[in-house]
C-alpha cells in the first residue's frame, strides 16, 4: 500500500491534534463511547466505497460534504466524534482510501487514550504483541480469522472464544475493530501496527527481540537502556524465545535488524570457509 499524499497527512496530522486535545479534557469513560464511535466510522467507510468517494471528493464542496455527513450520521454520533470527523468531511484528501485510513488511525488512538488514562497501556501493548505471536505460531487460525468469505459475526466470535475477558477492554476492542476491518492487508500486520502505536503513545520504539532462553528482569533492563541510547528515544522491549538461535540475540527496531545470534555466527563462518 502506498503512503498517503501530501494533503490526507496535513489533514490527518489536524485530527490527531484535535483528538490528543479531547483525551486529554475528556472523563475516561467518555473516551469509549467515542472510540465505539470512530470505529463504526471507518467500518462504514471500508464497506461503503461510493460514500467514501463521496466524501473525500476534492472537487465537491466541502459545505456539501459536511452536509452529506451530517445527514447519515449526525444523530447517531455523540458532540464529541462530530466535533472530531466533521472538519475531516471539509478537508482536502488525495485519495479516498486516506479518509477511510484517517478515521481508522483516529479511533486506534482514542482507544489507546482510554488505556492511557487507567494506566493500563503497558498491559495493553504486552497483549497485542502476545496475541500477534499466537497468530504467527497457528497458520490455520489465522487464515479462519483473515477468511475474506467468512461471515465477520463468525470471525469476531472465533476471537472472542480465544480471548474473551482475559485481556484488557482495549485489546479486546482494538483486535474486534482489527478483524472487522483489515481490508485484505493482513491481521498480523494490523497488530503489529497496534503495538507500535500502543509504544509511540508512550513516547518508545519497540525493540523485537528474539532470543535462546526466557531474559531475566535485569538482562531486560540493560538491554533496553542500551538501546536507548544508541537511538536516542525510551524502549519497549517484546521479547520472543527460539532455542534454535542457540546463543546471542536478534533486536529489530524499526527497518533494522541486529543479529547477534550464535546461528548468524555460524552462519557467516561457514559462508567465509566455502567462499
Do not use: C
Not at 503513545?201 to 532462553?213: K, M
Amino acid at each position: 500500500m502506498t503512503g498517503p499524499g501530501a494533503a490526507s497527512r496535513a489533514t490527518l496530522a489536524a485530527g490527531i491534534d484535535a483528538l490528543d486535545g479531547i483525551i486529554d479534557r475528556a472523563r475516561p469513560e467518555q473516551l469509549g463511547p467515542l472510540a465505539d464511535q470512530l470505529f463504526a466510522v471507518n467500518e462504514l467507510l471500508v464497506r461503503e466505497a461510493g460514500l467514501r468517494r463521496a466524501l473525500a471528493d476534492p472537487s465537491a464542496d466541502p459545505d456539501r460534504r459536511q452536509a452529506l455527513f451530517d445527514r447519515l450520521l449526525g444523530n447517531q454520533l455523540d458532540a464529541q466524534a462530530l466535533e472530531l470527523l466533521r472538519p475531516l468531511m471539509r478537508e482536502r484528501w488525495s485519495g479516498p482510501r486516506d479518509l477511510a485510513d484517517a478515521v481508522e488511525t483516529l479511533s486506534r488512538r482514542a482507544g489507546l487514550g482510554i488505556a492511557e488514562r487507567a494506566g493500563t497501556l503497558d498491559d495493553v501493548e504486552d497483549q497485542l504483541f502476545r496475541f500477534g505471536r499466537i497468530l504467527d505460531g497457528e497458520s490455520r487460525l489465522l487464515l479462519a480469522l483473515e477468511d475474506p468469505l467468512a461471515p465477520t459475526d463468525r470471525k469476531v466470535a472465533l476471537l472472542d472464544r480465544l480471548i474473551g475477558d482475559r485481556v484488557d477492554p482495549t485489546t479486546h476492542q482494538l483486535l474486534e475493530h482489527a478483524v472487522r476491518a483489515s481490508r485484505g492487508r493482513g491481521l498480523e500486520r494490523a497488530v503489529t501496527e497496534l503495538v507500535e502505536l500502543a509504544a509511540a503513545r508512550r513516547e518508545r520504539y519497540v525493540a523485537y527481540v528474539t532470543a535462546p532462553a526466557p531474559l531475566t528482569e535485569q538482562q531486560e533492563s540493560r538491554l533496553a537502556g542500551s538501546l536507548s541510547r544508541v537511538y536516542g528515544r525510551q524502549i519497549s522491549l517484546q521479547v520472543t524465545v527460539d532455542p534454535a538461535l542457540l546463543g546471542g540475540l536478534v533486536v529489530r527496531v524499526n527497518d533494522e535488524v541486529i543479529d547477534g545470534s550464535v546461528v548468524s555466527r555460524l552462519a557467516a563462518i561457514r559462508q567465509r570457509m566455502t567462499g
